[in-house]
């Protein structure tokens, strides 16, 4: 029998992303800081998906070595987990956002705490639900060493979800951070009532405006064209289940930025991550307008006509 996977994180990424694992025929131990199951044996962030046989939920691991540990918390408690993680065993990590304290990204993390550790990241358009329902998806699994992304993706591939390799960790990272901000912008769009034609101008002019970061950064520009990058921000704009776009329509409504949290199905990764990203984007110089109103917008700097006008009144220039 193969190494078991650890996924680190009960909730409906870390349930997901444990399901798929068991797909490739490993055991699966998933690790919850509450590891208390349903009556149906479901994880209570995946009601509808009773874990199988091979997938055993945990407040501790066991003591063996794991193939892998696939890490499923939000990025701003990425770091209290990471002590968990075995040494010189491959760590990837799946959260989405930038640690609002250090503006560090998931890998960052990873280095900082656990030098011992591996890394790599797993990202795409990805909604947890359909992940556990087996439907059919696409994700990068970027690492800085080649053969890892490879050897990773091979793993952990099965024929309905296809994990491309790349190299492009910043790139990836970014595309994943940045879109959630996006998202959260776009559901302001559509509760406010400003139409479709804003919604996709603002996706298109917020792809731009993640490239120019991330090249700024030391990413590839093909990479944000990507599934970590447009393909997630597809989903994430206009597939109603996100909770980042969720927070925004919320927002667009009228609801305050805490009563908007309160009634969302989980974390909404874009809220914390547009002030980190403001930070970064000030600090390399990179002009992004529409991160800055959603962020200002958000800490109830500036009212929605205010955000608008900021953006519509922009001076004119070429496109790209
Ligand atoms: N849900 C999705 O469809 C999806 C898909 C891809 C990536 N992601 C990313 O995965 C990450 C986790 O998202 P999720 O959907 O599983 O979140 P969730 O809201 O469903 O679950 C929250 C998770 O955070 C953990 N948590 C909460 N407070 C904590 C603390 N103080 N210390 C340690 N852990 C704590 C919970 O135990 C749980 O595992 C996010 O970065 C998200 O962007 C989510
Ligand atoms: O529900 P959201 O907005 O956190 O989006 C979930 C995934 O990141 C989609 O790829």
Redesign the pocket.
């Known amino acids: 029998m193969s190494d078991p996977v650890f996924v680190l994180g009960g909730g409906a990424w870390g349930t997901a992303l444990a399901l798929h694992a068991a797909r490739t025929g490993a055991q699966v131990h998933l690790w919850a800081r509450n590891a208390q199951t349903l009556p149906n044996g479901a994880m209570p962030r995946l009601p509808d998906y009773p874990l199988p046989p091979t997938v055993h939920p945990c407040s501790t691991l066991p003591q063996v070595t794991p193939r892998c540990v696939m890490v499923a918390v939000p990025t701003q408690y990425l770091a209290s987990v990471l002590p968990l993680l075995p040494s010189g065993v491959a760590a990837i990590l799946c959260c989405?956002g930038i640690e609002r304290q250090t503006l560090a990204f998931p890998l960052d993390i990873l280095a900082r705490e656990r030098a011992d550790v591996p890394g790599a990241v797993l990202c795409?358009?990805?909604?947890?639900r359909e992940i556990a329902a087996g439907l059919p998806a696409a994700a990068v699994l970027a690492a800085p060493d080649a053969t890892r992304a490879q050897n990773l993706s091979t793993q952990l591939s099965t024929p309905l979800f296809r994990l491309y390799a790349s190299t492009d960790c910043v790139g990836v990272q970014l595309g994943a951070a940045a879109k959630?901000v996006i998202?959260v912008a776009s559901g302001v769009t559509i509760g406010a009532g400003l139409g479709e034609n804003a919604r996709a101008a603002l996706i298109t002019r917020g792809l731009a405006e993640i490239t120019r970061l991330a090249t700024a950064l030391g990413g590839q520009a093909a990479t944000l064209a990507g599934l970590a990058g447009l393909g997630?921000l597809l989903?994430?704009c206009t597939g109603a289940?996100?909770?980042?776009?969720q927070m925004g329509l919320a927002l667009g409504q009228g609801m305050s930025t805490q009563t908007a949290l309160n009634s969302l199905p989980?974390?909404?990764?874009g809220v914390t991550t547009a002030a980190a990203l403001q930070s970064l984007a000030r600090t390399h110089g990179v002009e992004t307008p529409i991160t800055d109103c959603i962020a200002a917008f958000m800490e109830g700097r500036i009212t929605l006509p205010q955000a608008t006008h900021s953006l519509l009144s922009r001076p004119l220039k070429s496109e790209a």
């Not at 795409?124 to 947890?128: I, T, V």
């Not at 289940?241 to 776009?245: A, E, H, L, T, V």
């Open positions: 989405k795409g358009p990805n909604f947890a959630n998202a997630d989903l994430t289940s996100s909770r980042n776009y989980g974390v909404a990764e």
